[in-house]
């Protein structure tokens, strides 16, 4: 496991808003399916003393960790002020924070995460499904019967299409051990490199996924820095550029962050790079045998 | 969102940036009241958004006699297809040196960087990839309210000192208008001093609403019709359209496409939790363009559920044959009901795509 257990207590933040509401009941049901402790608390300024499934409601995240000890927030709050609940969670000591909200201004994204970071705290997004290790905790938004515990990590930059690969690896008989969706923003807390380096010192991760896509060259720093062994897929060889593809992040700018560069690059470290998701299993169980 | 040059030059000169004295105008015959101002050497800069706009035609010199002339002219062409509408009329500044600086968002470091290079005008993506010793960078903590003296000194090396002041104005405005690019593009040194020559703002799409900006015009009608409803939707040139759910999947789902040897007209990303009326939306404006022979749907759900895709799909009625390959939350549900319609349903997306491929071709 990496960045928590099923002994991980969780707060969430935009506790009442719609979002926030329905995945609280989904993140207990799993907590409640594997024996975990799930989420402990909400947090929505000005809705303490209510209760969302059960989960009691505070003000402020201070607040709930006067009567709760928990380490992790996972974030709805809406696009504006969600920045400022990064940092308020950094502030209030927590060691991670999942935010899953989209179209957070870049500005506030580099501005929370610099404050997060020098108070310790890692965030994982924005703009991401969330992360879920099988058997032990779910912290986001990822659709969990989809999953089955195993030996590949994965990191991926999209949602659905990390459900996908997930998909075709249960298929395939091939569990998961930590599967984590980083975001699809230009500016994101953990990236590939961060995420590896969990992975490094986890036990249970014998194979590591890396699910990219066109922008930047986060990928390759990350597969770069790594000794696992790992399988990569980048979508958006058909991206043109300076196109926004979806995600904030995903646009091939200044001729950089293409998915042909990517791939040549990742193939030149002596990377298998999937040309369809659903080469992604053949490419692990072929890692597996060298092992 | 980008700011033609006149409106970042507006943005520059507010910040105490120094301009070259220049009129927006958007006739040949506004001039008239401002040439006694603009002196006898006229620069005329079609407001296009194009690059190498130079090259392309649309700066022209003038002088008082025929600067109205030229500027009529300029009014007749398109630079690269597009017609002038606007012109940035511009004294003409005697540069003596030229510089380079912008500000960007560094993925890697997750902070504005820096740059700055001694030879302004130039395209700074091949002195990147040329000379890349040339370019000097710096990183600045977002958290930081200005760029710090030393940094500065580093940064500009032997450049004139007024060229700091510049570069720290130059990172308010980036941090002030959510910029995610702020370049000027010469920075030109002159006997009257350091000025802004050409000027270029990006403004971050998710910031658009507190910038006061109301409508995205790098969009497309379609787009913005899409942006409207939640969707992203980006045009292509193909003749597959493409619906998904999810930025990854549906980027995935188009580069199978190619992989099987056809090409998609669009893409199409519905978001999560799409019920049925969106859904109807999205297949009626990817099934609008003319080029669209053949839609592919694919669409995993978690949050989104099968049996509102399928409702959708159905309401939408649309003339182009549609593919569809559901799996997740109520996919039974989903699949009856479209197969009760006769649509064609297959179980993977190298399924669907392969055989959008042979009806498109």
Known sequence: MIYGDRNTKVLVTGATGKQGEFHIGLMNTYARNVGGKGVVAGVTPGKGGQQVHGVPVYNTIKDALDDHDATTSVLFVPAGAAGDSIMEAANAGLELVVAITEHIPVHDAMKAIAFAWMQGCSVIGPNCPGLLSPGEVKMGIMPAQLFSRGNVGIISRSGTLTYEVVDELTRAGIGQSTVVGIGGDPVIGQTFIDVLQRFEKDTQTKVVVLIGEVGGNLEEEGANYSDLPLVAYIAGKSAPPDKRMGHAGAIVEGGEGDARSKIARLKKIGVPVAERPSDIPDLVRGLFKGC | ?361
């Not at chain 2, 941090?175 to 030109?188: G, Q, S």
């Not at chain 2, 193909?238 to 190619?258: F, K, P, R």
């Not at chain 2, 197969?339 to 399924?351: Q, R």
């Open chain 2, 1 to 361: 969102m980008k700011l033609l040059e006149h409106e970042a030059k507006k943005i520059l000169k507010e910040n105490g940036i120094p301009v070259p004295v220049g009129f927006f105008i958007r006739s040949a015959d506004e001039l008239l009241s401002h040439l006694d101002e603009l002196g006898n050497s006229i620069v005329l800069k079609a407001q296009v958004d194009v690059g190498s706009r130079g090259k392309a035609g649309g700066i022209v010199m003038a002088d008082k006699r025929n600067a109205i002339a030229k500027a009529r002219e300029l009014f007749g062409k398109k630079i690269k297809g597009l017609p002038v509408r606007e012109i940035l009329a511009e004294q003409r500044l005697e540069i003596q040196h030229e510089y380079y600086v912008s500000i960007t968002v560094d993925r890697s470091s997750k902070q504005p960087l820096i740059l700055f290079t001694d030879g302004g005008g130039v395209d700074i993506e091949i002195t990147a990839k040329e000379h890349p010793d040339a370019i000097r960078k710096a990183g600045v903590i977002p958290l930081m309210r200005d760029i710090p003296p030393f940094m500065v000194r580093e940064l500009i090396g032997t450049a004139p000192k007024e060229i700091g002041p510049v570069i720290n104005k130059l990172y308010h405005i980036f941090c002030a208008k959510d910029a995610v690019l702020a370049e000027i593009n010469p920075l030109a040194t002159t006997p009257q001093g350091v000025f802004a020559a050409d000027a270029k703002i990006i403004i971050d799409d998710n910031a658009l609403n507190r910038q006061g900006i109301k409508v995205n015009r790098d969009l497309s009608e379609r787009e913005r019709e899409a942006e409207k409803n939640g969707f992203s939707y980006v045009e292509l040139d193909g003749s597959i359209g493409v619906i998904g759910n999810g930025a990854g999947l549906t980027m995935a789902t188009l580069d199978l496409i190619e992989f099987y040897g056809g090409k998609a007209a669009n893409f199409l990303d519905v978001g999560g939790g799409a019920e049925s009326g969106r859904v109807k939306d999205a297949v009626r404006l990817v099934a609008s363009v003319p080029s669209v022979k053949v839609i592919v749907v694919n669409l995993l759900g978690g949050i989104t559920r099968c049996d509102e895709v399928a409702r959708g799909i159905i309401d939408a009625e649309i003339p182009q044959k549609v593919i569809v390959r559901l799996a997740g939350t109520n996919e039974v549900e989903g699949r009856r009901l479209l197969s009760d319609k006769g649509y064609e349903m297959l179980d993977t997306m190298d399924l669907v795509v392969k055989k959008a491929v042979e009806v498109a071709t």
